[in-house]
């Protein structure tokens, strides 16, 4: 069964950093992979997801993830942070059964 | 489009009470799941329904939790009766299927407490 192991349950950037959010999957074959983010009080709201093709996907925000399969990894990315980047990350896989998270990662940025 | 709509947004019970969440999914999604979401545990899959039938309930933690999906548009999530440690957030999310590549939408959830 697929599995999903997000690095790091709280990281902390200054605004203007870079945001580095670390996921890593258990599969025999590569899955279909997403990341979700939680705002306070808020539903899981779609970020962006990798399917087929393109390694590496751009998502809503400034985020970008890369799929690499020789890591068994999909790290979430963005050049700079924001104040209102501030909120919870869920990585998610989807194959064999319907979609399983990480434990996710609560990212605070720091003015 | 309105997007999942969940009802209600905030529960308070007292414990032993009959508890009924509800779900709307978006119109022409064939699949419903029912999430909770717990400090210690996460996100969990509780049960999802494909064509209004119920697929997979191995995630429901007890007898006292039952869910329905009378027809495509309406779900209930219902907890009886009630204990403190069903104190979560549940959310409902729906898909034009189960799997595959279109990941899945989510209701605003219900943030239920027990006491």
């Known amino acids: 069964a697929q599995s999903v192991t997000q690095l790091g349950s709280h990281v902390s950037v200054s605004e203007g950093a870079l945001v580095l959010l670390r996921c890593n999957y258990s599969?025999?074959?590569?899955?279909?992979l997403f990341w979700y983010v939680q705002y306070p009080n808020q539903g899981l709201q779609l970020l962006l997801k990798?399917?087929?093709?393109?390694?590496l996907v751009k998502g809503i925000n400034g985020f970008e993830a890369e799929f690499k399969k020789s890591e068994t990894s999909f790290h979430l990315t963005k050049p700079s942070a924001h104040m209102s980047d501030a909120a919870e990350y869920f990585c998610?896989?989807?194959?064999?059964?319907?979609?399983?998270f990480g434990k996710g990662t609560r990212l605070s940025v720091i003015a | 489009d309105a997007g999942v709509i969940q009802s209600p947004r905030h529960e308070v019970t007292e414990m032993g009470q009959e508890v009924t969440l509800r779900c709307k999914p978006i119109?022409?999604?064939?699949?419903l799941f029912w999430y909770r979401q717990t400090m210690m545990r996460g996100l969990e899959l509780l049960i999802y329904?494909?064509?209004?039938?119920?697929?997979?309930d191995s995630g429901m933690p007890e007898d006292r939790f039952s869910a329905k999906m009378p027809n495509a548009s309406f779900s209930t999530l219902k907890i009886q009766p009630s204990e403190p440690r069903d104190s979560a957030v549940y959310f409902c999310?729906?898909?034009?299927?189960?799997?595959?590549?279109?990941?899945?939408?989510f209701g605003s959830g219900t943030r239920l407490t027990v006491v």
């Open positions: 999310a729906s898909s034009p299927r189960d799997r595959g590549s279109y990941g899945y939408t």
């Open positions: 599969s025999s074959v590569p899955p279909y």
């Open positions: 990798y399917t087929t093709g393109a390694t």
């Open positions: 998610a896989v989807i194959l064999n059964t319907p979609l399983v």
């Open positions: 119109s022409g999604h064939n699949s």
């Open positions: 329904f494909n064509n209004n039938v119920p697929i997979d």
